[in-house]
């Protein structure tokens, strides 16, 4: 099953070669059966066109293993034999019916060339395939038989269970492919868009626009990345992000939040959407001192980092833009206060808008910070998040 393989080979190519091989394998196989069988009958003419085939395929096998960027021309060269040799046997046993359906194999070659080549390719294949069903009924009346044989039922028989076994393998390719295919898709766009929105996108919605009254959204920064980064390579840079938001986001699945996305160091995540909850104040709280608690005690690829976190509850507009790259994205002041909480907040804590705060007072413990200038919002009071309170119940 090797055979043909090279360094580098997708999966799917993978897939179609194995499947064309091993059907090469099985037919060299069957065919020294019916060559001995043709000879046990003193066929002479049907053991030459046996052999005949059987040294086509085994070149074939040969040519694919010598040369596998050849898998085109060769195939395609085997496809048609196929379909030629379904002529010949007709003509040779004198009919369709005399030579047992020999000619159906020739669908097996179209159904392979979907596989091995394209369907352009397996169009025109398929377009030669019933011109020879024509020959194949015609050339028996104009050329005499080399042999006059008796078909029995069980010959018949096997023809068409050969062929309906041979099309079911191929067509159970495709739809498995379909299947994993689709599926890869499904997760891709699931792991881009919250699952709601992706069922809403596969129906075909044409815009995707949701208002929610209230939700909370946080914002995480890492504390000088920047300079941080300077003297890392490209490896070292993206390995530390990929580690830091890859623990964030597990912190995000286990309380079943949304993360929205990342915008550099920037980290960005709401409770509340795509569906409401009643606890979102709470939830992201949590998630905000888990990720303040983690980051302060453990290193990060040999890396300390602090976060500075803002969080903001409030009304949002969210929905889907982009027509290729789709976004699910929030707009609106609460987006713009969260932001803000974050860059004006203090490297290692929580900051919060005093509306969050009246959300979650009763369950966490908060420290008045004060009146704090936030650019484009003018004075604002905001708390600083400590901790839960050693009463309150946690996720």
Same mark, same amino acid.
């Given at each position: 099953?090797?055979?043909?393989?090279?360094?580098?080979?997708?999966?799917?190519?993978?897939?179609?070669?194995?499947?064309?091989?091993?059907?090469?394998?099985?037919?060299?196989?069957?065919?020294?059966?019916?060559?001995?069988?043709?000879?046990?009958?003193?066929?002479?003419?049907?053991?030459?066109?046996?052999?005949?085939?059987?040294?086509?395929?085994?070149?074939?096998?040969?040519?694919?293993? #010598?040369? !596998?960027?050849?898998?085109?021309?060769?195939?395609?060269? +085997?496809?048609?034999?196929? +379909?030629?040799?379904?002529i010949v046997e007709s003509v040779v046993l004198?009919?369709?019916?005399?030579?047992?359906?020999?000619?159906?194999?020739?669908?097996?070659?179209?159904?392979?060339?979907?596989?091995?080549?394209?369907?352009?390719?397996?169009?025109?294949?398929?377009?030669t395939y019933l011109a020879a069903i024509v020959?194949?009924?015609?050339? !028996?009346?104009?050329?005499? !038989?080399?042999?006059?044989?008796?078909?029995?039922?069980? /010959?018949?028989?096997?023809?068409?269970?050969?062929?309906?076994?041979?099309?079911?393998?191929?067509?159970?390719?495709?739809?498995?492919?379909?299947?994993?295919? @689709?599926?890869?898709?499904?997760?891709?766009?699931?792991?881009? #868009?919250?699952? /709601?929105?992706? @069922?809403?996108?596969?129906?075909?919605?044409?815009?995707?626009?949701?208002?929610?009254?209230?939700?909370?959204?946080?914002?995480?920064?890492?504390?000088?990345?920047?300079?941080?980064?300077?003297?890392?390579?490209?490896?070292?840079?993206?390995?530390?992000?990929?580690?830091?938001?890859?623990? =964030?986001?597990?912190?995000?699945? /286990? #309380?079943?939040?949304?993360?929205?996305? $990342? +915008?550099?160091?920037?980290?960005?995540?709401?409770?509340?959407?795509?569906?409401?909850?009643?606890?979102?104040?709470?939830?992201?709280?949590?998630?905000?001192?888990?990720?303040?608690?983690?980051?302060?005690?453990?290193?990060?690829?040999?890396?300390?980092?602090?976060?500075?976190?803002?969080?903001?509850?409030?009304? +949002?507009?969210?929905?889907?833009?982009?027509?290729?790259?789709?976004?699910?994205?929030?707009?609106?002041? $609460?987006?713009?206060?969260?932001?803000?909480?974050?860059? /004006?907040?203090?490297?290692?804590?929580?900051?919060?808008?005093?509306?969050?705060?009246? #959300?979650?007072?009763?369950?966490?413990?908060?420290?008045?910070?004060?009146?704090? =200038?936030?650019?484009?919002?003018?004075?604002?009071?905001?708390?600083?998040?400590?901790?839960?309170?050693?009463?309150?119940?946690?996720?």
């Amino acid at each position: 099953m090797s055979i043909g393989a090279f360094p580098g080979e997708t999966a799917t190519r993978r897939g179609k070669r194995r499947i064309l091989v091993g059907g090469l394998v099985v037919v060299v196989f069957f065919r020294l059966l019916t060559t001995a069988d043709a000879f046990d009958r003193g066929l002479t003419a049907v053991v030459i066109l046996e052999v005949v085939m059987t040294g086509v395929f085994l070149l074939a096998l040969g040519v694919l293993h #010598l040369k !596998p960027g050849w898998v085109v021309v060769v195939f395609g060269a +085997v496809f048609l034999s196929i +379909v030629i040799e379904g002529i010949v046997e007709s003509v040779v046993l004198g009919g369709l019916v005399s030579s047992s359906a020999a000619i159906v194999f020739g669908m097996i070659a179209v159904l392979g060339a979907l596989i091995a080549l394209s369907i352009r390719a397996a169009f025109w294949l398929m377009v030669t395939y019933l011109a020879a069903i024509v020959l194949a009924v015609a050339l !028996p009346n104009w050329i005499p !038989p080399a042999h006059i044989v008796e078909v029995s039922p069980v /010959e018949m028989a096997g023809a068409f269970m050969a062929t309906t076994a041979l099309s079911f393998a191929v067509i159970a390719y495709f739809v498995r492919q379909r299947n994993r295919l @689709q599926q890869e898709s499904d997760d891709l766009l699931h792991n881009i #868009l919250p699952d /709601e929105i992706s @069922q809403r996108l596969k129906a075909d919605e044409q815009m995707i626009a949701d208002s929610f009254e209230s939700v909370s959204v946080l914002f995480a920064d890492v504390v000088d990345f920047t300079p941080m980064s300077a003297g890392m390579s490209a490896p070292e840079l993206v390995g530390l992000l990929n580690e830091v938001f890859s623990t =964030f986001d597990r912190f995000v699945a /286990e #309380l079943g939040l949304e993360k929205i996305k $990342t +915008v550099g160091d920037e980290y960005m995540v709401a409770a509340g959407v795509p569906q409401a909850r009643s606890d979102h104040a709470d939830a992201i709280a949590q998630l905000a001192l888990r990720i303040r608690d983690h980051t302060e005690h453990v290193a990060f690829n040999g890396h300390s980092i602090r976060v500075r976190i803002g969080i903001a509850s409030g009304p +949002v507009v969210a929905g889907v833009i982009g027509t290729h790259k789709f976004s699910f994205d929030l707009w609106g002041v $609460t987006v713009n206060t969260a932001s803000r909480m974050e860059s /004006e907040g203090i490297p290692g804590s929580i900051q919060l808008t005093e509306q969050t705060h009246e #959300l979650i007072r009763d369950r966490f413990i908060c420290e008045p910070r004060g009146v704090v =200038f936030v650019k484009g919002m003018g004075d604002m009071n905001t708390y600083l998040l400590m901790s839960a309170r050693p009463d309150t119940e946690l996720r």
